[in-house]
Structures are given as C-alpha cells and as structure tokens.
C-alpha cells in the first residue's frame, strides 16, 4: 500500500533543491543496492525540525551509512554532537568516509554494535533522537529513548506507517513492533505524537514531563 500516491511523490520529489554531491552519491548508492534511507523528503524535513529546536545532540539508532546522520549534521552548531549506532561495521567505514568527505567528523561519533545497548552506554539526554533500526526493536526503544529526551526535545521513527502492513492482517514481528510502537506513542503520558504521511510515515514525538 502507498502512503503516499506515487504522482504526489514525485511531485514532492521535484521540487526539493538538488543535493550537494556527497548526498546525492549516497542517495544513488542506495538505490542501485535497494539500501534503505530515508530519502531527501524526510531528510530535509529533520533537518527543519533540527533547526526549530536548535537542536545540539542528535542520537540516532540504526545510522545505517550515515546518509540521515548527514542531514542533521548540515544544521546543527560546529560544537554541536550527532551519535550514530549501526550492526554492521561496513556501514560505519562508508559513514566515516562521508562525513570526512563534507567535513564534519569533528561532531559525529559512530558506534558498531546494537544501537539500543550503546544507547544504554551514553550519558545525558538529548534534543532529538531518530530511530530506523529493525521495526521489531521499535517499542523498546521508545520506551528507553523518551526518558533521554530534554523538555521539548523530539523522538521520531522511519517507517511508523511500514506501507499499510498492519491493516494487511500482516502479523510479522516487525508489523507488530510497528504497532506496538504507534499505540505507546499514542497512548504514554507527557508524549504528543504525530503520524507525518511523508515517505513511509514518521512518528514524531514530544515529551513534556511534569
Ligand atoms: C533503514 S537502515 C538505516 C538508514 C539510515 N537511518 C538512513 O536513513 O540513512 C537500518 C539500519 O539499522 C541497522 N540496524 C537494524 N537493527 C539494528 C540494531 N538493533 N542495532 C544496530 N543497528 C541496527 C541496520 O544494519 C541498517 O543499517
């Protein structure tokens, strides 16, 4: 099921500004191996969100190659601090060699391992945490990462819609994870959450504890 009609996303598609290089690189390299980004309409839309909270610290889980760590990279300060969590070690090595290649190693940090027990390893709380990591680690990781959020900070996740599977009868543990994840988010106390019909869905999340 589309999210979103194909023609409408082309149309959204065509009027986003062209890339500078080092994205639209990886933006191909993704598409001739079906890697899974999130593509420039979400990454334009975090980068937005980055910029209204004048966000600082961004934790991502599951940065695959580090294409949406780039897009949050391009607003927030020099001083500033992106964490990036990925399984697999090559995805790092490619991640490190873009960041380099734009110049922004300096506030990007990468951890190989599985996201949420890196995450348990790092102190203090963040402005935003973007999580893409497998759906069905969805609703734990929203129950460790909406504590670690500053007052007014943003949690979001890629693929909260996950192409209509849940209303397919689809019982996967990835469909479920999805799910579970939409009802917490609806339903935790202090959270506002959104479903944003962009690309494949993004949950986005608020936290004003009392
Ligand atoms: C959808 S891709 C991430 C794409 C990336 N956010 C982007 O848009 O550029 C998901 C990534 O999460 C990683 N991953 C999945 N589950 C994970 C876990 N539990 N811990 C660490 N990495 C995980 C996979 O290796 C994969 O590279």
Redesign the pocket.
Known sequence: MDVVTPALNTYMHQLLPERESVLAE?EEY?RERR?????PL??NFFAQIAGLIGARRVM???????????WFAGVIPADGEIIC????ED?RRRAEEAFARVGVSDRIRFH???????FEGIDGDFDLI?C???KH?YPDAFRAALPRLRPGGILMF??ALWSGRMLEGDDSPDTRGVEELNRLAFSTPHCRASLVPIRDGLLLCTHQPD
């Not at 969590?85 to 697999?88: I, S």
């Not at 190989?112 to 890196?118: I, R, Y």
């Open positions: 990886m993704a890697f899974p980004i999130v593509g979400v990454g991502e889980l599951g940065s695959g190659f580090g294409y949406s760590a780039l969590t990925d399984g697999d995805n190989t391992g599985d996201a949420l027990s890196v973007f893409d990591i497998d680690g890629d693929n």
